[in-house]
């Protein structure tokens, strides 16, 4: 049977609650962020033992039968190995190496901590008028030259003899020289994303320079700000354990895991607990945040959304 174009077709009458309803989209920026990175298991379990590892480092101390601001000594304790009245064993003094260790890792956590917000704050300031600023960039290059080829090391050894040991100093210490690679990556993206055109237009249109920054650039460094934290964390922990054995880090009243480290140097070849449990809980720090922050750093490009 043929059928009639009236049949086939008919009008549909303009809605406007239909056509905003079709045109909606529900797409969240952080919302996909999350999906992304909850869809990597590894990367979720990482997270997990971290997070896990800093709120047991709170939890341990209150379950620890001894106290470390104490600073009890009983020589005739000194190198007893883990059993069930000291859990981790004791030091050369007769401490308690179960609270020394974690609180050393709450130390260690919370400079890290500090130093990579610090780092993040200062690295995307300084970059973003590194890049977009034309009239900065040769000086600020230069700044950067200069500080950058001097290693960190000779920084520190001369605030150390200079200005002292503590865990303020070597905090600003850290920042005031960590937050070159932070700069250098975001001023290369504000060169790239500078002369867009929308840029362009925001400017003609008199918009000031701070919103272009935050509102047309910024979102656009997320991904690498992240990355650049996730690698901050691990790598400060790692150079404050470094500097502490060198006897450049922390001052020796400020317990943390790298003077651990730097006094288990002389007995790990008889009492090797002694360098174990810092030296696991070291390595677990800086492998599962580095892991986590990528996989973070990854699920935060908007090239990776849908």
């Given at each position: ?8 077709f008919?009008?549909?009458e ?85 609270c ?22 200062v ?6 008028l ?30 150390a ?14 920042i ?20 867009r ?53 922390l ?43 990528n ?5 935060a490009?908007p090239?990776?959304?849908?």
């Amino acid at each position: 049977m043929k059928k009639n174009n009236d049949d086939l077709f008919r009008f549909v009458e303009y809605s406007a609650e239909a056509a905003e309803r079709t045109g909606y989209s529900d797409y969240s920026y952080w919302k996909s962020v999350f999906q992304n990175f909850l869809k990597k298991k590894s990367a979720v379990v990482m997270a997990f033992i971290f997070f896990g590892l800093v709120i047991f480092s709170f939890i341990a101390l209150a379950i620890g039968k001894y106290d470390y601001a104490e600073l009890l000594t009983d020589s005739a304790l000194a190198f007893q190995a883990p059993n069930g009245e000291f859990w981790f064993g004791t030091d050369n003094l007769g401490r308690d190496y179960w609270c020394q260790v974690w609180f050393a890792a709450q130390t260690s956590i919370k400079l890290a901590i500090i130093v990579a917000l610090g780092e993040c704050f200062v690295g995307v300031t300084i970059g973003c008028l590194w890049g977009y600023v034309r009239v900065l960039d040769r000086p600020l290059t230069e700044i950067y030259n200069v500080i950058n080829n001097i290693p960190m090391i000779i920084y520190m050894t001369l605030i150390a003899l200079l200005i002292g040991q503590s865990f303020t100093v070597m905090a600003i210490s850290l920042i005031c020289f960590g937050w070159l690679p932070m700069a250098r990556n975001v001023r290369n993206l504000v060169l790239m994303y500078r002369d867009r055109e929308y840029n362009l237009a925001s400017r003609c249109l008199g918009t000031p320079v701070w919103r272009v920054l935050v509102k047309n650039i910024l979102p656009y460094l997320i991904s690498i700000i992240i990355l650049r934290l996730a690698l901050s964390i691990p790598s400060t922990i790692a150079l404050e354990s470094t500097l502490s054995y060198l006897g450049l880090g922390l001052g020796i009243d400020t317990p943390s895991l790298g003077i651990l480290l730097r006094n288990a140097r002389n007995y790990f070849l008889d009492y090797p607990y002694l360098l174990i449990f810092p030296a696991v809980i070291v390595s677990l720090i800086t492998i599962t945040f580095y892991l986590v922050g990528n996989a973070f750093s990854d699920a935060a490009d908007p090239r990776n959304h849908v």
